[in-house]
T-cell receptor
Framework: GAGVSQTPSNKVTEKGKYVELRCDPISGHTALYWYRQSLGQGPEFLIYFQGTGAADDSGLPNDRFFAVRPEGSVSTLKIQRTERGDSAVYLC????????????FGQGTRLTVV | KQEVTQIPAALSVPEGENLVLNCSFTDSAIYNLQWFRQDPGKGLTSLLLIQSSQREQTSGRLNASLDKSSGRSTLYIAASQPGDSATYLCAVRPGGGATNKLIFGTGTLLAVQP
């Protein structure tokens, strides 16, 4: 596609429910990143994929958060037993390779846990 | 631990003024630095990427400089326009090869008054 696509754009869920957020990176980009942004803050790193494997998952806050990228393209961020504190904008980015290339971001998914 | 700071947190200028946004980082071991623009409720738009070996990058009315040894970058916007109003974020990609995540500052909220 022309850019990074994230779906849904908005998600409202009840506390305790399970949610999945999807990211379609730019075609041909091997690196994919998930970030979380709270109001008034910069994005915070969650997890980075190089191809199908999670090269760095040090930003995942706890074991309720999990992400996959089974075919090295689309990625899904999964949150179990959602809590109100999980409410934020979840941003996905991709880049052609890794360290020295420009990262391009999607429009984000605004998650609200009520 | 790498930390990124942006000053000022908010800035309001009249249309037509030239302005400078500042970004500082605590660890000079970086691969690159990237400036982004974020409109309210939107994702991030990449503006400029400066590799660690570069001193500056230019795109239209934007010029970004990098002084890696002092841990500073500036984004210069010439002849500002109301359409430049947005939050500007800088992010560094740490060196050392351990990860390719971006570490963000909290942003500068710019308002250009017509």
């Amino acid at each position: 596609g022309a850019g990074v696509s994230q779906t849904p754009s908005n998600k409202v869920t009840e506390k305790g429910k399970y949610v999945e957020l999807r990211c379609d990176p730019i075609s041909g980009h091997t690196a994919l990143y998930w970030y979380r942004q709270s109001l008034g803050q910069g994005p915070e790193f969650l997890i980075y994929f190089q191809g199908t494997g999670a090269a760095d998952d040090s930003g995942l806050p706890n074991d309720r958060f999990f992400a996959v990228r089974p075919e090295g393209s689309v990625s899904t961020l999964k949150i179990q037993r959602t809590e109100r504190g999980d409410s934020a904008v979840y941003l996905c980015a991709s880049s052609f390779e890794a360290s020295n290339t420009e990262a391009f971001f999607g429009q984000g998914t605004r998650l609200t846990v009520v | 631990k790498q930390e990124v700071t942006q000053i000022p947190a908010a800035l309001s200028v009249p249309e037509g003024e030239n302005l400078v946004l500042n970004c500082s980082f605590t660890d000079s071991a970086i691969y690159n630095l990237q400036w982004f623009r974020q409109d309210p409720g939107k994702g991030l738009t990449s503006l400029l990427l400066i590799q660690s070996s570069q001193r500056e990058q230019t795109s239209g009315r934007l010029n970004a400089s990098l002084d890696k040894s002092s841990g500073r970058s500036t984004l210069y916007i010439a002849a500002s326009q109301p359409g430049d109003s947005a939050t500007y974020l800088c992010a560094v990609r740490p060196g050392g090869g351990a990860t390719n995540k971006l570490i963000f500052g909290t942003g500068t909220l710019l308002a250009v008054q017509p």
